[in-house]
């Protein structure tokens, strides 16, 4: 069975832009949830999907914002993009929720 | 607030000794646990988790994980460590099985000497 993949794994964009990301999960899984992960915040979740609708959703500005197609693939979009924003993003998939959640490698989104 | 804390920012073994990661949480209730390895430039792997029952789980590379209730903790180990393991370790609590919202904590580097 094929991981998680996500796309683009790198990414350089300049302040004021926007970028999308996408993930795609594993076959099958209809949870998609996203992380940022940063050397001073570490990994903080930022929303998650289920079935094309978002179930949950962290603590981060309007700017951050995603969405779930009806396969299972997921984007999320960050508008006016700040250099606090330059992070590792990270989504994993999971059938339901929590159990045998998978991550993808992740997009490295660098802001300059 | 929900929280989870690795004491151990920086940890450095010999190959071949055993390994203890720390993990405590502050929750009300008793959380679903999980401990996540990452490797440079990875993304997180899996390498155990707690849902119920017996609270000494085994994982995957010959780590376990013993949650204690009444300390809050859910600490890695490994009998003897491998080169191969040095990597980032992230100690992670989920509220409900019924969302993917996981809390993490700051994680812990391993280094492990020759």
């Known amino acids: 069975k094929a991981g998680v993949t996500q796309t683009p794994r790198y990414l350089i964009k300049t302040r004021g832009q926007q970028v999308t990301l996408s993930c795609s999960p594993i076959s099958g899984h209809r949870s998609v949830s996203w992380y940022q992960q940063t050397p001073g915040q570490g990994l903080q979740f930022l929303f998650e999907y289920f079935s094309e609708t978002q179930r949950n959703k962290g603590n981060f500005p309007g700017r951050f914002s995603g969405r779930q197609f009806s396969n299972s693939r997921s984007e999320m979009n960050v508008s006016t993009l700040e250099l606090g924003d330059s992070a590792l993003y990270l989504c994993?998939?999971?059938?339901?929720?929590?159990?045998?959640?998978?991550f993808g490698p992740g997009t490295r989104l660098t802001v300059t | 607030a929900q929280s989870v804390t690795q004491p151990d920012i920086h940890i450095t073994v010999s190959e071949g000794a055993s390994l203890e990661l720390r993990c405590n949480y502050s929750y009300g209730a008793t959380p679903y646990l999980f401990w996540y390895v990452q490797s440079p430039g990875q993304g997180l792997q899996l390498l155990l988790k707690?849902?119920?029952?017996?609270?000494l789980v085994q994982g995957i590379k010959g780590f376990e994980a013993e949650f204690k209730r009444s300390q809050s903790s859910f600490n890695l180990r490994k009998p003897s460590v491998h080169w191969s393991d040095a990597a980032e370790y992230f100690c992670a609590v989920g509220l409900s099985s019924n969302t993917g919202k996981l809390i993490f904590g700051q994680g812990t580097t391993l280094q492990v000497k020759p």
């Open positions: 994993a998939s999971s059938f339901e929720g929590l159990r045998e959640q998978y």
């Open positions: 707690y849902f119920s029952g017996d609270t």
